[in-house]
């Protein structure tokens, strides 16, 4: 995809992105096709990028949204995203204005509380296009530059990173249980020689994303990095105690990489480690958990 086309693609929004806008470029996305729908993505990275490389988290902005009376603060976490987003949104001339000057992104009032949508619009046209969702982390998002809620892991050859998020907050014995499984695998030799089996890939990403939406499981190659990408729901962590969680934690990536496994034609992979404070489950426990499940699940169905 040129300049050129992605700058008139984006002038579609009317230099604008929200949730009135964005429809349209997701339709025009959508008539494009697959690649250039990717091609999008990636162009609209970099231009992410080349803003995250400037140092507007320092300088007060201010929303369209804000109180009249109110001080303009600096931005940070997803609300700096959020105003790179909007900056790409308000056209060509502007983005390269505020590149070139990053001071002037205080120049004016910007409307970013809903200009993640942009990146939506990406997930939106690539599904209409492939009738499948969208595979990897989005242009913006923490697997792009990790966050508090993404935990990477990082060693003398990085290999493996892991991202999690959801609608509420994650518990924090199951975020660190996964964080310390990941860690386990990452510097294990055994692992190391597992993922090398498939040469062609470098790297591999998950992304879990807990929500109240169906579950789904997906995993692709892409640019030299295989993505594993789950979707959760958020009510597997009810009524379990900190033991409980952080196995549930293992046994969420052991299903991960399983699949990964099977979807890229890996060999049988290692064992998972559990983390020492991981609690496996009764029987008992098990059943009850099914039996709760199958009633919400029933109760649902008649909303």
Not at 293 to 299: A, C, D, G, I, S
Request: charged share 25%.
């Amino acid at each position: 995809m040129t300049e050129e086309e992605f700058w008139s693609l984006i002038d579609l929004l009317g230099g604008v992105a929200n949730q009135r806008t964005t429809p349209a470029l997701a339709e025009a996305l959508t008539r494009e096709g697959k690649v250039h729908v990717e091609e999008f993505a990636d162009t609209l990275t970099e231009k992410l990028q080349l803003l995250e490389s400037e140092p507007h988290s320092g300088i007060p902005t201010r929303d369209v949204n804000d109180p009249s009376d109110a001080s303009p603060v600096p931005l940070v976490g997803d609300a700096l995203i959020n105003l790179h987003f909007a900056v790409v949104a308000a056209g060509k001339s502007r983005f390269h204005r505020i590149q070139e000057h990053p001071d002037r992104v205080a120049d004016c009032a910007w409307d970013f509380s809903e200009s993640d949508s942009l990146a939506e619009a990406v997930a939106m046209a690539y599904e209409n296009t492939t009738g499948q969702p969208w595979l990897g982390p989005m242009p913006g998002s923490p697997m792009d530059e990790p966050e508090a809620s993404t935990t990477v892991v990082t060693g003398d050859v990085p290999w493996l990173s892991l991202a999690l998020h959801g609608d509420s907050d994650i518990p924090v014995a199951y975020f660190d249980a996964a964080g310390t499984v990941v860690e386990m695998i990452h510097d294990d030799p055994q692992w190391r020689t597992w993922w090398s089996s498939r040469a062609e890939q470098r790297d591999l990403a998950i992304e879990i994303e807990y929500t109240a939406q169906a579950e789904r499981s997906s995993v692709t190659a892409r640019s030299g990095v295989a993505w594993a990408s789950f979707r959760r729901n958020d009510s597997r962590f009810r009524g379990l105690n900190k033991g409980r969680l952080a196995n549930l934690a293992a046994a969420d990536l052991e299903a991960v990489l399983a699949l990964v496994s099977s979807s890229l034609s890996l060999p049988t992979p290692p064992q998972v480690p559990r983390p020492a404070q991981a609690t496996p489950p009764t029987r008992r426990e098990d059943a009850a958990r099914a039996r709760l499940e199958e009633l919400r699940q029933r109760h649902r169905k008649r909303r």
